[in-house]
């Protein structure tokens, strides 16, 4: 059967052909918006000028003198070594640990190759050769038992074939070769190449004094200053908890502190340039009709009430994004600058009777008080300049030569100390997880009776932390040590838990947290502004692993 089906279609049509109207964005209210415009402020004119140009004065200070750690030697500083370098670098001695083997016979190696190539007569290099070898052999300082098949195979082919670079640099450094009296009954001659062989040694690898170590073993941390004279007099900028790493502005306190008597060292700044509008990703558009990007969406950004960075930054890019200028200045690496004067020039400079010149930044109060990048002080105030640390850009480090775990054990009711790994003298690694040795056997009981035993037994490579007063209301955890087999006391094979001996090593208790600390120590190398090499050997403290458990039993029987 046949039906006849109809619907009605609804089409728009455009009651003109021109599609300007609908691109112009027209507003049926305009008396609405200027309403809101004048109850949100729009109307005061105070941006309403675009600026021009602006001219920057100021004087850049820069830091003339360096001093590791609270009450060490102020020594200059010129810049060329970044500052992180200076701090993190263990001092040097005449046989820091028993580590230093193998690159102490390739330091001794060169200077032989020197000298033997050296216009130095043949006889002569024979026998200061022969009085090297006497004077600083090659050998072990450590204790008993560091000596792994590794090494003595090491040894058993240098020793009495090279000296130990190590040891001739320390007695060169304590008495310095001049070219009446080189040493070892060397000629006049022979000065050049003692010369340069030291210079090559304090290149190859960066360490400090013994008097300069800004590493505080007490709070696992490097602090040191450094000291500018400037227009205020002498300033002082400590970096009171720097844990290693990439070193800022931000890791340094103004301190009243005058006693490094920086030498005043003034460079004076102006540069008049032109400003441009500060742009960010993800900024909301500046044209009316310009596409945003999709992957920014501020008006979802969610913040409680408490959340005041992030309404802070949602306000900026919606509010203030477009009223930012950027005016590029620079300054000298390794200084503090302070402007003294900004000049603007902005578009109505003509009707206002001419430049404006800006207030110091800070120097108002209310918004005005505000500004960035300044350095705070021991009053909790903040002090005016830019400090840029001479810093390295990027560092390669290694894997950590020595590794040891502070922890917690809620069951032993202590903390301890866990070396993982330690350095062989011949140059690797030595895990002791690894290499520990046997629990010795319980003693069995006869008959079948129990056993009463004091206390269990420990891995040789734990070290108990235990809880002291040194002075009333202060608590530490002091390093001890747990007797051998044959009763010998045991000792920590590697250098961060051997720092305090023979004196006592105290750690602050609140330094190790339930999740413990992890204390490494690495090499790290990088190059200066000036395209040298830097090598060193940082500390540095890291998060643990969270408590652990050694299974320390006291007054218990087993059957």
Avoid: K
């Amino acid at each position: 059967m046949a039906s006849i089906t109809t619907w009605t279609r609804l089409e728009p049509r455009a009651r003109t052909g021109d599609l300007r109207p609908s691109l112009e964005g027209q507003v049926h209210d305009p008396a609405w918006m200027l309403a809101r415009q004048w109850q949100l402020g729009e109307f005061l004119g105070d941006d309403a000028g675009t600026p021009v140009w602006v001219r920057l004065r100021g004087h850049a200070d820069r830091i003339t003198r360096y001093r590791p750690g609270t009450t060490g030697t102020a020594v200059p500083y010129d810049g060329s070594t970044p500052l992180e370098a200076l701090a993190e670098a263990e001092p040097a001695g005449p046989r820091s640990t028993a580590t230093d083997l193998r690159a102490g016979a390739e330091a001794g190696q060169h200077l032989l190759r020197l000298l033997r190539s050296s216009p130095v007569p043949a006889a002569a290099v024979a026998d200061a050769v022969a009085l090297l070898l006497d004077d600083h052999p090659l050998t072990l300082t450590g204790e008993e038992g560091t000596t792994d098949a590794a090494t003595a195979r090491c040894l058993t082919v240098l020793r009495g074939r090279v000296p130990d670079g190590n040891a001739v640099a320390h007695t060169l450094h304590a008495n310095p070769p001049t070219p009446a009296e080189p040493g070892w009954g060397l000629p006049a001659e022979a000065f050049p190449v003692l010369r340069h062989w030291l210079a090559w040694y304090d290149e190859r690898h960066l360490a400090g004094a013994p008097d300069r170590d800004a590493w505080d073993p007490r709070r696992l941390e490097h602090r040191f200053s450094v000291g500018l004279s400037g227009s205020a007099g002498q300033t002082t900028l400590t970096a009171p908890a720097y844990q290693g790493g990439a070193l800022d502005w931000t890791d340094f306190t103004a301190t009243g502190d005058t006693g490094l008597n920086a030498p005043p060292e003034r460079e004076m700044l102006l540069a008049t340039t032109f400003p441009a509008p500060v742009r960010f990703p993800g900024m909301p558009a500046r044209r009316y009709w310009e596409f945003e990007d999709a992957r920014v969406a501020l008006g979802g950004v969610e913040a409680a009430p408490s959340d005041l960075a992030r309404m802070l930054v949602a306000e900026f890019a919606t509010v203030y994004g477009n009223d930012w200028y950027l005016v590029p200045l620079e300054v000298p690496v390794g200084s503090l600058t302070t402007l003294t004067s900004v000049v603007v020039g902005d578009t109505f400079s003509s009707e206002l009777g001419g430049p404006t010149l800006l207030p110091p930044p800070g120097a108002g109060t209310g918004d005005a008080h505000w500004s960035v990048h300044r350095l705070s002080t021991e009053d909790g105030t903040r002090r005016a300049g830019l400090f840029v640390p001479p810093v390295t850009v990027g560092t390669l480090e290694s894997e950590p030569v020595e590794e040891v775990l502070l922890a917690r054990d809620e069951g032993a009711n202590q903390a301890w100390a866990v070396e993982l790994r330690v350095p062989t003298p011949h140059g690797g690694t030595l895990d002791r997880t690894r290499a520990a040795p046997e629990p010795r056997p319980a003693p069995a009981a006869p008959g079948g009776t129990a056993v009463y035993r004091l206390t269990t037994d420990v891995p040789d490579h734990w070290f108990p932390l235990l809880p002291a007063e040194p002075r009333p209301g202060a608590y530490v955890l002091r390093l001890a040590h747990l007797d051998g087999p044959e009763g010998a006391p045991l000792r920590p094979l590697g250098r961060l838990l051997a720092l305090g001996l023979p004196h006592a090593y105290d750690l602050f208790a609140e330094e190790v947290p339930r999740e413990g600390v992890t204390l490494t120590r690495s090499h790290q190398y990088a190059r200066t502004a000036d395209g040298r090499t830097l090598l060193w050997t940082t500390r540095r403290a890291r998060p643990g692993r969270g408590e652990t458990s050694s299974g320390l039993r006291f007054d218990h029987l087993e059957e």
